[in-house]
């Protein structure tokens, strides 16, 4: 585990123990010598957790589209920064650098990006650990209508485990290190029900 992508707000939330929590994740991650790639702003919990990162001496690595950059929302503190054309390139290359990804507390984008690797890794497009950073309860109601989507049968009970979420980052990242993929993927699910047919 060399690299995780922390997905987030742009915002710091109405609990300051957001930032605490962003603060120390970025503990964790350096004490263990695991560099952060984000979306390289330097506003709400991406700028504080990067900023962090970067204070205690780690390593981080922004992806931002030119659009933001131009607004000055870039962070020109990083180890390094991409600079690239759009959200979908953004998104793209954060996904390549990483070797996990993590969801802390953050809005629409912070769940677009979630949901977009969880369906990859539902897709065997990755096999790489993905999880919520549960903070606060943060995510308390996601991971209970994710529980009632395999209820309705949408999302199986394998697949649903592809959303791990931890409360302790060291815990978190413990789970990371030592974790190994054993799901099979929505096509080798839809396989196995077929052969079941008459």
Known sequence: MKSICVYCGSSPGASPAYADAARQLAREMVKN??????????????GIIATEIMQLGG?????IPKALLDKELGHHGLTRLH???????????MAELADGFVAMPGGMGTLE??????????LGFHYKP?????????????IAFVD??????FVSSDQSGLMMHESDPARLI????????SYKTKWADREAVANLLP
């Open 59 to 63: 390593e981080a690595t922004g992806v």
């Open 33 to 46: 010598n695991i560099a952060l790639v984000y979306g390289g702003g330097n506003v709400g919990l991406m």
């Open 148 to 153: 009632h989507l395999v209820s309705q049968r």
């Open 83 to 93: 600079i690239v054309k759009d959200m979908h390139e953004r998104k793209a290359m």
């Open 113 to 122: 990006e979630l949901f977009e690797v969880l369906t990859w890794a539902q």
């Open 174 to 181: 413990e789970r990371f290190k030592t974790f190994t993929p």
């Open 130 to 142: 993905i999880s919520l950073y549960n903070t606060e309860g943060f995510y308390d109601n996601l």
